[in-house]
């Protein structure tokens, strides 16, 4: 589909592990963003990854981006009880973004 | 002030109904959006506003009509709407500089309004 994948589609780790979501897509991008939505409520951007970029760290976010494979991933370092959410990735080129399917991560505390 | 704010949080109305969704940002952005949400799905792209133009409508059927009166606020008109049009309804909005083009700045989300449609 255009979405492309996310996986894992729910994702259940304890509190202090680390989470991994990965992302692909199909078609080429300008750029990738990273957003979590708590349930039934908005998006919350957390992270935003030019095309040219391979890397970058928000935080306990450490995000990754290959070109080559369509790919990018969201690293969650020590996670927490409120870390709990839908995560996202949003590919966008000029004039379109879309949104992947989405990971949840649950994160038991 | 960096919020989306959206009124109201929560709307029932009946398909013979008409309803608004409004959307307010003061962060001087210029280009808006509306977003649908079915349960545990991602959100659709609607309408996209830029410069308080309209610029992209992504097929949405004319039971929904956006309105941008002014740079700060964007509203959804609702008319007899279909059980299957209940969902989340989400406005965003970004900086859209003519640089960077629309769609590949952040975009700041609302809470949304929880529409059911009986």
């Known amino acids: 589909s255009q979405q492309g994948e996310e996986d894992p589609q729910a994702l259940s780790i304890q509190e202090g592990e680390n989470a991994t979501m990965n992302c692909s897509y199909k078609t080429s991008i300008n750029n990738l963003q990273w957003y979590r939505q708590n349930s039934g409520r908005g998006l919350v951007h957390l992270i935003l990854i030019r095309s040219n970029e391979r890397e970058k760290h928000s935080g306990r976010l450490r995000v990754t981006l290959d070109t080559s494979k369509k790919s990018s991933s969201l690293l969650i370092t020590a996670s927490r009880a409120a870390d709990t959410a839908s995560y996202f990735c949003a590919r966008t080129s000029y004039d379109k973004v879309i949104f992947g399917p989405g990971t949840s991560l649950s994160v038991i505390p | 002030d960096t919020e989306v704010t959206q009124t109201p949080k929560h709307l029932v109305m009946g398909m013979t109904n008409k309803k608004s969704l409004k959307c307010e940002q003061h962060m001087g952005h210029r280009a808006m959006y509306w977003y649908k949400q079915k349960a545990k799905k991602p959100p659709e792209l609607m309408f996209v506003y830029s410069y308080e133009k309209l610029s992209i409508n992504e097929s949405v059927p004319s039971r929904f009509s956006p309105e941008c009166p002014n740079s700060s606020l964007l509203n959804l008109h609702l008319h007899a709407l279909q059980p299957e049009d209940s969902a989340l309804y989400l406005c965003?909005?970004?900086?859209?500089?003519?640089?960077?083009?629309?769609?590949?700045?952040?975009?700041?989300f609302g809470p949304g309004t929880r529409l059911t449609v009986l």
């Open positions: 965003a909005s970004s900086h859209n500089t003519m640089a960077s083009g629309a769609f590949t700045d952040t975009q700041y």
